[in-house]
């Protein structure tokens, strides 16, 4: 059996580089504003001289009754049109007035608070515009019902309630940091203090605020949350000339909002999310409907990321949209999102690139989407479930090893040859394999879950053989070593969330103590080396004895490091897998249950 290749030809290519573009006020429109709101102030003074307003009668009201005398051929009685006209003109004065006064209120305020006066009114503009012409206006009516264990209780251990304490006392310094220094930008320079962008989302904003949402919400941080929701529903603009990532948006944007509306059931993040999967249709436009990796949202050209095989697609890219899509369906009533990630579509790459075979970074969250579909689906897309197996059954064969100290590892496959080498984006297979255990085909149950106890025990060991007792971003078996990386480049920490997850996932099957010790440690070691006066930052050399950080607090130490470190020390019933299944950015999203068939149709 072949494990599938990290990369598939798509086709075409789109050559043209699209820049991203903004919009900035100048002083031209301070200028505009302040000489209109003189003219103003110069007209509306006639209105109040004294003979002004009986000229302004014979103009406008005279001539028009004269006019209606000439058409009907009759005389109008002027002792009711005096009554009315001057009604009119009392109308007139009173509306002058209040225009005379707001163009002198304008004429004595500064540059700098009319810049914010028609910032103000461009919100305003852009709220009450919000929809118009869009699809979104027509979303059906959804009787929201939070699905169970939307919430938590307190731990009755004293000790684990102030480890739970701690962690969100962590979430609680980021997420001020963040807002004090980086508010709207994608994410935050903890050492620098200021905002920080990758080219991942190109000119879109606010990926820490809707990465985040649903920790806020778990941790019940509602002020925050409450705050969040505001700056989506006033700022989060889909509407721009941006290339961006389809698979970083879809799992941190779209993931967020979904799960942000699951929780807290406002509406908001329900009309986001659909307005988004809407601008990312056009990314399957290709010859064989892989959707490309790059997309411009506002013309809806794509084109794969240059340095990938030949242009070809990356399997975890294209193959880690499914469970986000599905809930468009649920939540839009449009099929359409459900059949560009159905496999029943007879979608088929023209070639294969089997160069490089990973369960790793490019391929990793594509192994995992085959079993959450299956889990999403109330357990009824049998393809998924079969599809998933037997890729296990793959990588238990051709990737899977065990070094000489005993230690399981998960190798790669590059160039014909196995390489010795596992990422810490592969640690997440060891909550993976736990998580589809019990479903294990000829009673492999107790099999896979011994499996993912060994692979957990060889990330940990990737942490505990570092000086900061934190894992590096690779670490290698062979040349005499274990579970160490022998690379400069392989040796940083940038907060990723992968082995925090197999600890949390493993905790909830086996209630081994073990578990959240290791998880507690990290936790020293993060509040030790990565936290600094304005945020958590990641370090270049988990070896050296003095941190050198990097200046980056990522997103997803917010979506995911710190909201697993939190349910590694909450009970089972809060976030209960029965209800919810994780997308790959640890954004908790309903099972669709069997009693819903149009949805769970499109599942299979």
């Not at 010859?287 to 697609?313: D, F, H």
């Not at 599905?326 to 496999?343: C, D, N, Q, T």
């Not at 810490?424 to 149950?445: R, S, Y």
Request: with cysteine.
């Amino acid at each position: 059996q072949d494990i599938t290749p990290l990369y598939f030809k798509s086709g075409r290519h789109a050559h043209n580089k699209l820049v991203p573009t903004s919009f900035r006020l100048t002083e031209k429109f301070i200028l505009l504003l302040v000489f209109s709101a003189f003219i103003t102030l110069c007209f509306g003074a006639i209105f109040f001289l004294p003979d002004s307003t009986k000229l302004l009668s014979g103009v406008f009201f005279r001539s028009s009754s004269v006019e209606a005398e000439t058409r009907t051929g009759t005389v109008s009685d002027t002792s009711t049109g005096t009554g009315k006209d001057e009604k009119i003109l009392a109308k007139i004065r009173k509306d002058h007035e209040k225009a005379l006064l707001e163009a002198k209120d304008t004429l004595q305020k500064g540059a700098s608070e009319i810049k914010q006066d028609i910032k103000s009114d461009k919100e305003k503009l852009a709220l009450n515009g919000q929809g118009k012409g869009a699809k979104t206006d027509s979303l059906p009516f959804v009787q929201y019902e939070r699905p169970p264990g939307a919430t938590g209780h307190e731990p009755a251990d004293p000790d684990i309630k102030a480890k739970r304490a701690k962690i969100k006392e962590m979430m609680q310094f980021s997420w001020d940091n963040y807002k004090r220094y980086a508010w709207g930008s994608n994410e935050l320079r903890p050492v620098s203090k200021q905002g920080h962008s990758s080219n991942l989302f190109g000119s879109l904003k606010g990926a820490t605020i809707v990465d985040a949402l649903d920790t806020l919400y778990i941790m019940e941080m509602y002020d925050e949350f409450e705050a969040a929701t505001e700056w989506v529903e006033r700022n989060l603009d889909f509407n721009m000339n941006a290339e961006i990532s389809v698979f970083e948006v879809n799992i941190r944007f779209v993931g967020g909002l979904l799960s942000a509306y699951y929780l807290s059931g406002k509406e908001v993040f329900r009309r986001k999310a659909v307005e988004l999967g809407e601008k990312l249709l056009p990314a399957f436009k290709t010859p064989t409907g892989i959707p490309w990796a790059l997309l411009n949202l506002k013309s809806g050209i794509g084109r794969n990321w240059p340095w990938a095989s030949g242009g070809s697609s990356i399997l975890a890219e294209y193959g880690t949209l499914h469970l986000e899509f599905m809930h468009l369906s649920a939540l839009s009533g449009r099929p359409v999102f459900a059949e560009k990630v159905s496999s029943s579509s007879g979608v088929t790459p023209l070639r294969a690139d089997h160069n490089h075979v990973s369960v790793g970074g490019l391929g990793d969250s594509f192994y995992e989407y085959l079993l959450k579909a299956w889990l999403m689906s109330d357990k009824t897309d049998e393809e998924g479930k079969k599809l998933y197996y037997d890729a296990l059954q793959a990588i238990e064969k051709n990737l899977i090893r065990k070094s000489s100290g005993g230690l399981t590892y998960i190798a790669e496959w590059k160039g014909g040859l196995l390489e010795h080498k596992m990422g810490h984006l592969t640690c997440f297979a060891g909550g993976m394999i736990a998580l589809g255990a019990d479903g294990a085909p000829d009673d492999k149950t107790g099999h896979q879950m011994e499996l993912a106890a060994e692979i957990t025990r060889t990330c940990h060991e990737s942490y505990t053989r570092t000086s900061m007792k934190l894992g590096p971003e690779a670490f290698r078996f062979d040349g005499g070593v274990e579970a160490i990386a022998t690379r400069q480049n392989e040796k940083y920490f940038i907060l990723r969330p992968e082995v925090i997850e197999t600890y949390m996932y493993m905790w909830r099957f086996t209630h081994d103590p073990k578990y959240r010790q290791w998880g507690w440690e990290a936790v020293q070691a993060l509040e030790k080396y990565c936290r600094v006066v304005g945020g958590y930052s990641g370090v270049r050399d988990v070896y050296a004895n003095t941190p050198n950080h990097d200046d980056v607090q990522q997103s997803f130490y917010l979506a995911e490091t710190l909201k697993y470190l939190y349910l590694l020390f909450s009970d089972d019933d809060h976030l209960p897998f029965e209800h919810w299944v994780f997308n790959t950015e640890a954004h908790p999203l309903p099972v669709i249950k069997k009693q819903n068939p149009e949805i769970a149709n499109k599942l299979k």
